[in-house]
């Protein structure tokens, strides 16, 4: 209503009345997302000595790095890597927003292992399939349930996760708040245009939580030790 109502000003009226209607109050979950140690067996599944495998580990490591979604992964084109002054990615996010992410050192590595057997197909698109198409969505997808079931039998506690593109998302967005702190740089990192969305992290990192414990001065409370009745020790010791 708030888009159709600038286009037809007719119904101003009845949609300010449909935008009055509050909102349903839903559960609100935690966030799934994999530990540091999760990922990294999950991007040591692919086989590096195989092209695909190669291409794979680049997939995976950008997507959580970067903080990627799925459609911004597929979709990004190869000129969208940018190696100078140090190397980063530019993002072209929803609502049209840009954002520019310094890529890690180590997903560098992989990324110019790709490029080097990438070869030249005839698309623009950084990630290509085995028939040097761009990479779909499901395509990603397949890619990483095949992995994460590798993976699974070698980190037990991935067959409890629905490991899914976005849980590399919030992966990595757990990873920036904890190793920052700061809520707006993960806002910044994943390209939310409000900051409350960003604000389902701090739900789910216990860290704030134990740094608010530790920071209360505990209560001084009184000890002693229980010392039952002569009459219960006397009846217990004649039954």
């Known amino acids: 209503m708030r888009f159709i109502e600038h286009r037809v ?4 009226e009845q949609s300010r009345r449909i935008l009055a209607i509050p909102a349903k109050r839903t559960d609100t979950r935690l966030i799934n997302y994999l530990s540091l140690d999760e990922m990294e067996v999950l991007l040591n599944t692919p086989d590096i000595e195989r092209r695909d495998g190669i291409r794979d580990r680049a997939m995976l490591h950008l997507c959580f790095s970067a903080g990627l979604r799925v459609s911004e992964l ?3 084109p190869l000129h969208a890597l940018e190696w100078q002054p140090s190397p980063s ?3 072209h996010g929803k609502g049209r927003r840009e954002r520019l992410l310094p890529i890690w050192k180590q997903a560098t590595t992989d990324l110019r292992a790709w490029l080097a057997v990438r070869g030249q197909p005839p698309v623009t698109e950084l990630f290509v399939n085995a028939r040097d198409q761009p990479m779909t969505r499901s395509g990603f997808e397949y890619v990483l349930e095949k992995h994460v079931q590798v993976a699974a039998e ?3 506690s991935l067959k409890q996760k629905g490991v899914s593109p976005h849980v590399l998302r919030h992966a990595a967005a757990m990873l920036i708040l904890q190793a920052t702190g700061d809520i707006r740089k993960v806002s910044l990192w994943l390209g939310h245009a409000d900051i409350q969305t960003t604000e389902v992290y701090l739900r789910a990192d216990p860290t704030e939580k134990l740094e608010a414990i530790s920071a209360l001065v505990p209560l001084t409370l009184k000890r002693g030790r229980f010392r039952p009745p002569d009459k219960l020790i006397a009846s217990l010791r004649s039954a």
């Open 9 to 12: 000003p007719s119904i101003l």
């Open 74 to 76: 597929v979709n990004l």
């Open 89 to 91: 990615v530019r993002i």
């Open 154 to 156: 070698h980190c037990p």
